[in-house]
Nanobody, 115 residues
Framework: QVQLVESGGGSVQAGGSLRLSCAIS????????VGWYYRPPGKEREVVAE???????TYGVSVEGRFSISRDNAKNTVVLGMHNLKSEDTAVYYC?????????WGQGIQVTVSA
């Protein structure tokens, strides 16, 4: 009964920053690999950033150097810091957890960046 609750997001102007949080509850073990994915209008979901239970991080090419993913194990929370936002970043962002072959998704949260 894993639940992923996303918070943050909203509307900002280009060059601004946002902080997305994904709080995970219901896991009996570690958080596993947790990532943020985004879905621009008319497109499929794409990976933005992921962080493993061991702290290993990966980033999509389009956000490398602008976004930062981190964990707070005490709070079972994964945070995506978003900086120097561009209009192209406008999308619905989803938190995803993977433990072995089990996948859980959050409901998605809107990020809008105006030029």
């Amino acid at each position: 009964q894993v639940q992923l609750v996303e918070s943050g997001g909203g509307s900002v102007q280009a060059g601004g920053s946002l902080r997305l949080s994904c709080a995970i509850s219901g896991s009996l073990v570690s958080m596993g690999t947790v990532g943020w994915y985004y879905r621009p209008p008319g497109k499929e979901r794409e990976v933005v950033a992921e962080i493993s239970d061991n702290g290993r991080t990966t980033y999509g090419v389009s956000v490398e150097g602008r976004f930062s993913i981190s964990r707070d194990n005490a709070k079972n929370t994964v945070v995506l810091g978003m900086h120097n936002l561009k209009s192209e970043d406008t999308a619905v962002y989803y938190c995803r957890q993977r433990i072995a072959n089990d996948i859980n998704w959050g409901q998605g949260i809107q990020v809008t960046v105006s030029a």
